[in-house]
């Protein structure tokens, strides 16, 4: 016991070693990439400022490029992006009057909480809906589920929220059609839990329905792939019940295709959720990011970009330490 | 040629795949005939506003909030998608299959510095990539179609790749090899179309979802301004969410029916060509 879990603790440092080998130059990467693209933007800081103003003279847009340092050459301000970078400095958005950073800082949040939700929503479903699918492969439950699975993987997301908001907000009236909570609705505790909760429905159910799709296709894959192999058919020799040996044996393998799956696609979660949010008027970085984008105001479209990246990385480091730790198999590349 | 005939006979025999089938040939006729049905420019004012759908029977389908006929923008609407589509579609496919087949055939040094290509495209969340990507070249057809294509190479190469590192040591290669076969021509007649299948399965996919991310970017103002797409229609009709619904629901029935289209002859060929996945 003692020697298995310092072996695992052996195989999750090396993984972490590995990882980070492999995700540093990644980083690095796309740090160079962002900022000539940010480059390759029509406009500079300074004409963004001069836009907002609403008029600037010659001098001005001169006083302006040499204040934000657009007047040196590409590689001194390739170092200041770098050394600003390193001192969690985004740059500063004219539109919004204040850092990127701390803009992005304000409406992150949001945005995890509806990824999260989401999430959650789209594997709990998935699942059910994978297991029953492989419970009764080939019939005609199977047949009309993976139907609603096609159908769910091809509908956008936006439409899905707008659907959502003719159903049930404007023809019923159950739940409210967009925003964070109710404004000046005075409520706390209980109340104010239940508020926010109706809130996150049909957004999050927007974004999930996609994932939801994906997730059912592959537990139902993963399942069956195992179905007649030996050990489950050992397990249901000595007896087990049917629900034991699918939900113990045949759900267990899908749990580490479902978490690379799962790794894989958070960069389209976070590319919905700018859709979403903007459907749903959700104050997060999605939203933030269309505006930016309206608004030409790419220092911020620039670092949600980045930002989006680094979530990406992180996250599938930490999808292949999960999987170290899940199973001793994998192999250490 | 036997393989063939039951490759299609297996499809034919799908009845969800000859569905899916069915519904792409109506959204590509529409695409081709958009200007012998509806001529004249979708986007012009032909009528009074909010004519609600089969009410009138010279607009079938009703008009907009400026009077545009629905239904003339839903045919025309077809060639953005269908053009889209299957352009960035075929840049993609380009970008993989070269990259995935020169990482996979050569190996070593240049196997590494393509996969790390890979790992850092992959590391960008890729609608975002692609709204940088339009919103900095100002959004035509031709840009939203480069920006789709360069977000959307990745798996192709990563499948190219696999396949041609477990053909490279086979003994029709090596085969080839001996009789003097130049690098070019065994890559292009002897591996390359022995990856087809599993390449084949994922184009319908890429196409279904390059259509997606077209319509999201119309959705959000960023289609091109000239040409009445799915996505714009949707998002034009969005302000009167609440008085006329119809003008949400039928651009976006059309284009959920195309998308599942694709997805249906996706899993058609899939069961064909990968037997072994069929449905047990």
């Given at each position: 016991?003692?020697?298995?879990?310092?072996m695992?603790?052996?195989r999750v440092?090396?993984?972490?070693?590995?990882t980070?080998?492999?995700?540093v130059?990644?980083?690095?990467?796309?740090?160079?990439?962002?900022?000539?693209?940010?480059?390759?933007?029509p406009?500079?800081?300074?004409?963004?400022?001069?836009?907002?103003?609403?008029?600037?003279?010659?001098?001005?847009?001169?006083?302006?490029?040499?204040?934000?340092?657009?007047?040196?050459?590409?590689?001194?301000?390739?170092?200041?992006?770098?050394?600003?970078?390193?001192?969690?400095?985004?740059?500063?958005?004219?539109?919004?009057g204040?850092?990127?950073?701390?803009?992005?800082?304000?409406?992150?949040?949001?945005?995890?909480e509806?990824?999260?939700?989401?999430?959650?929503?789209?594997?709990?479903?998935?699942?059910?809906?994978g297991?029953?699918?492989?419970?009764?492969?080939?019939?005609?439950?199977?047949?009309?589920?993976?139907?609603?699975?096609?159908?769910?993987?091809?509908?956008?997301?936006?439409?899905?929220?707008?659907?959502?908001?003719?159903?049930?907000?404007?023809?019923?009236?159950w739940?409210?059609?967009?925003g964070?909570?109710?404004?000046?609705?005075?409520?706390?505790?209980?109340?104010?839990?239940?508020?926010?909760?109706?809130?996150?429905?049909?957004?999050?159910?927007?974004?999930?329905l996609?994932?939801?799709?994906?997730?059912?296709r592959?537990?139902r894959?993963?399942?069956?792939?195992?179905?007649?192999?030996?050990?489950?058919?050992?397990?249901?020799?000595?007896?087990?019940?049917?629900?034991?040996?699918?939900?113990?044996?045949?759900?267990?393998?899908?749990?580490?295709?479902?978490?690379?799956?799962?790794?894989?696609?958070?960069?389209a979660?976070?590319?919905?959720?700018?859709?979403?949010?903007?459907?749903?008027?959700?104050?997060?970085?999605?939203?933030?990011?269309?505006?930016?984008?309206?608004?030409?105001?790419?220092?911020?479209?620039?670092?949600?970009?980045?930002?989006?990246s680094?979530?990406?990385?992180?996250?599938?480091?930490?999808?292949d330490?999960?999987?170290?730790?899940?199973?001793?198999?994998i192999?250490?590349? | 040629?036997?393989?063939?005939?039951?490759?299609?006979?297996?499809?034919?025999?799908?009845p969800?795949?000859?569905?899916?089938?069915?519904?792409?040939?109506?959204?590509?006729?529409?695409?081709?005939?958009?200007p012998?049905?509806?001529?004249?420019?979708?986007?012009?004012?032909?009528?009074?506003?909010?004519?609600?759908?089969?009410?009138?029977?010279?607009?079938?389908?009703?008009?907009?909030?400026?009077?545009?006929?629905?239904?003339?923008?839903?045919?025309?609407?077809?060639?953005?998608?269908?053009?889209?589509?299957?352009?960035?579609?075929?840049?993609?496919?380009?970008?993989?299959?070269?990259?995935?087949?020169?990482?996979?055939?050569?190996?070593?040094?240049?196997?590494?510095?393509?996969?790390?290509l890979?790992?850092?495209?992959?590391?960008?969340?890729?609608?975002?990539?692609?709204?940088?990507?339009?919103?900095?070249?100002?959004?035509?057809?031709?840009t939203?179609?480069?920006?789709?294509?360069?977000v959307?190479w990745?798996?192709i190469?990563?499948?190219?790749?696999?396949?041609f590192?477990?053909?490279?040591?086979?003994?029709?290669?090596?085969?080839?090899?001996?009789?003097?076969?130049?690098?070019?021509?065994?890559?292009?007649?002897?591996i390359?179309?022995?990856?087809?299948?599993?390449?084949?399965?994922?184009?319908?996919?890429?196409?279904?979802?390059?259509?997606?991310?077209?319509?999201?970017?119309?959705?959000?103002?960023?289609?091109?301004?000239?040409?009445?797409?799915?996505?714009?229609?949707?998002?034009?009709?969005?302000?009167?969410?609440?008085?006329?619904?119809?003008?949400?629901?039928?651009?976006?029935?059309?284009?959920?029916?195309?998308?599942?289209?694709?997805?249906?002859?996706?899993?058609?060929?899939?069961?064909?060509?990968?037997?072994?996945?069929?449905?047990?």
């Amino acid at each position: 016991m003692v020697i298995s879990r310092m072996m695992i603790s052996h195989r999750v440092a090396a993984t972490i070693r590995r990882t980070l080998i492999q995700a540093v130059p990644t980083l690095c990467a796309v740090i160079i990439i962002d900022f000539f693209l940010l480059k390759l933007a029509p406009g500079d800081a300074a004409d963004a400022f001069a836009a907002e103003a609403g008029s600037a003279t010659a001098e001005t847009m001169t006083a302006l490029r040499v204040h934000f340092g657009l007047d040196q050459p590409l590689l001194v301000q390739f170092v200041a992006y770098i050394d600003n970078l390193l001192h969690m400095s985004l740059g500063f958005s004219p539109l919004y009057g204040m850092p990127v950073s701390q803009l992005i800082a304000e409406r992150l949040p949001g945005s995890l909480e509806l990824m999260a939700t989401a999430l959650v929503f789209a594997l709990v479903i998935g699942i059910a809906i994978g297991v029953l699918m492989a419970s009764f492969a080939g019939g005609p439950m199977d047949r009309v589920l993976s139907i609603v699975t096609l159908l769910f993987y091809s509908v956008p997301g936006f439409w899905v929220g707008l659907m959502l908001i003719v159903a049930f907000s404007v023809r019923l009236g159950w739940l409210p059609s967009g925003g964070f909570e109710t404004i000046g609705g005075g409520l706390t505790g209980w109340a104010a839990f239940v508020d926010r909760v109706r809130h996150l429905v049909l957004p999050a159910t927007s974004l999930a329905l996609f994932f939801v799709a994906i997730y059912a296709r592959l537990v139902r894959a993963s399942m069956l792939e195992v179905r007649d192999q030996d050990y489950v058919r050992t397990a249901s020799a000595k007896g087990l019940s049917r629900r034991a040996i699918t939900l113990r044996h045949m759900l267990w393998n899908a749990v580490i295709p479902l978490t690379t799956v799962a790794g894989m696609h958070v960069g389209a979660i976070l590319g919905g959720a700018v859709v979403v949010e903007t459907v749903f008027s959700w104050p997060g970085l999605g939203r933030l990011a269309f505006e930016a984008m309206l608004k030409r105001d790419f220092s911020v479209l620039l670092g949600i970009l980045l930002l989006s990246s680094l979530i990406v990385i992180l996250v599938n480091m930490l999808v292949d330490l999960l999987q170290a730790w899940l199973d001793p198999r994998i192999e250490l590349r | 040629m036997p393989g063939r005939a039951t490759t299609l006979g297996n499809i034919v025999r799908n009845p969800t795949a000859v569905a899916g089938a069915a519904i792409l040939a109506v959204v590509i006729l529409s695409a081709l005939l958009a200007p012998v049905l509806f001529p004249g420019d979708p986007l012009d004012i032909v009528t009074q506003p909010f004519l609600p759908p089969f009410a009138n029977r010279e607009y079938i389908l009703g008009s907009d909030s400026l009077g545009r006929d629905v239904l003339a923008g839903i045919v025309h609407g077809a060639r953005v998608s269908v053009l889209v589509g299957l352009a960035s579609t075929a840049i993609g496919l380009l970008i993989g299959t070269a990259i995935g087949a020169t990482a996979g055939y050569v190996g070593g040094r240049v196997d590494d510095a393509l996969v790390r290509l890979t790992e850092i495209f992959q590391a960008f969340p890729p609608f975002l990539l692609v709204i940088v990507l339009v919103s900095i070249a100002e959004p035509s057809v031709a840009t939203i179609t480069m920006a789709i294509g360069t977000v959307s190479w990745t798996t192709i190469a990563r499948i190219v790749r696999a396949e041609f590192r477990s053909m490279k040591r086979r003994e029709f290669v090596v085969a080839a090899e001996c009789l003097g076969y130049g690098n070019l021509r065994i890559i292009i007649h002897e591996i390359l179309p022995n990856t087809l299948p599993p390449v084949i399965v994922t184009t319908s996919v890429m196409v279904a979802s390059a259509i997606l991310t077209e319509s999201a970017l119309a959705f959000l103002g960023l289609g091109d301004p000239n040409l009445v797409s799915w996505g714009s229609m949707i998002g034009s009709g969005r302000d009167q969410l609440r008085t006329a619904a119809y003008l949400v629901e039928l651009p976006g029935t059309a284009l959920v029916l195309s998308v599942l289209a694709l997805n249906l002859l996706g899993d058609g060929l899939n069961d064909a060509l990968n037997p072994r996945s069929r449905k047990r």
